[in-house]
């Protein structure tokens, strides 16, 4: 399993390029992925692409547009709305793959080169967690200030904060005063 969860924890770092924890009032977040040398090193780190690969702005707008749409396929996303079936099925005609039958597993190899084989690399990766039945461990924070994606590890698998400590505290502690407020008429 430990090889799952790393594509877990990989994937779950991709979500998080887009940091929308709010630190402050109004606070709009952090966009990792600001220019294509950004999504270059970004790639490399988790050995998408190779060093000679390039990536271009046109490979960084798409990676932003797909994260945008896969975001919404995390099953306790109840900040972004629902999935767009067509706008995914859309993207994905971009990306061809041909299969490569192994004597233990067989494997999808990108057909496309540079920043567009990083993304197919991931999207790969994606394709495999969810045929193992493991999408649903990526967690989204329900917190409408935090939003950050986590990967549960916990036997039932169904957090709802990114962590019990701040975010699921902080929960916690609004339903308590909401529900006092209604019961004192204050
Ligand atoms: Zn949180």
């Known amino acids: 399993m ?3 969860y790393d594509k877990l924890s990989m994937i779950a770092d991709f979500f998080n390029t887009q940091d929308r924890r709010m630190r402050y009032e109004g606070d709009p977040g952090l966009e990792h992925l600001s220019e ?16 000679s690969d390039t990536v271009s702005e046109e490979d ?3 990676t932003r547009a ?3 749409e896969l975001r919404r396929t995390i099953v306790n996303n109840e900040h972004d709305g629902p999935v767009h079936g067509d706008k995914l099925v859309e993207l994905m005609s971009l990306f061809p793959f041909g299969i490569v ?6 494997q999808l190899i990108p057909l496309v080169e540079n920043g567009r084989k990083g993304l197919a690399n991931l999207l790969a990766q ?12 990526i967690r989204v924070c329900t917190a409408e200030d935090c939003q950050w994606v986590f990967v549960d590890r916990s036997r039932p ?3 709802r904060w990114c962590s019990m400590k701040a975010c699921g505290n902080r929960a916690k502690n609004k339903t308590f ?3 006092r407020k209604s019961e004192t008429g204050m």
């Open 177 to 179: 005063r909401e529900k």
């Open 36 to 51: 294509p040398r950004r999504l270059y090193e970004w790639f490399l780190q988790h050995q998408l692409i190779a060093a």
């Open 2 to 4: 430990t090889a799952e």
């Open 126 to 137: 994606v394709f495999d967690l969810r045929r193992a039945n493991l999408w649903h461990r």
């Open 157 to 159: 698998g169904t957090g």
């Open 66 to 68: 797909l994260r945008d």
């Open 101 to 106: 039958f192994g004597e233990h597993s067989d």
């Open 60 to 62: 960084l707008q798409l």
